[in-house]
């Protein structure tokens, strides 16, 4: 029988993310994935395309990263709880995280 397996999702600022993977990383988890990405405003028309804002020739459009971290089941409370307290995400607007179950697992 195979191990049952989470997946927990964490998306923050691309400044978080060295000090929320650091945590993640301690509650001993060996590796992570890591997407980046940018937001886009509710407020923009689907009909519209996506034009960050520039300042000095500087996009302003929020960077993200998207922290992905495969963990077993009974691991997936502590991985959650290190993501969320190291990032101050319980507070609004500073980033989120989730969980998803994983149904099959291959190539570990």
Aim: net charge negative.
């Amino acid at each position: 029988m195979s191990e049952a397996y989470d997946v927990v999702v964490a998306i923050v600022d691309r400044e978080l993310s060295n000090k929320v993977i650091k945590a993640i990383m301690e509650t001993g988890v060996k590796s992570v994935t890591i997407l980046s990405g940018r937001s886009k405003d509710a407020d923009i028309p689907e009909s519209q395309e996506f034009q960050p804002d520039y300042f000095l020739g500087y996009s302003l459009a929020i960077e993200r990263e998207y922290i992905l971290i495969l963990t077993p089941k009974d691991k997936t409370s502590t991985v959650f709880e290190a993501a969320l307290h190291s990032g101050d995400l319980q507070k609004p607007g500073r980033g989120l995280v989730f969980v998803m179950e994983v149904k099959q697992v291959g190539g570990l």
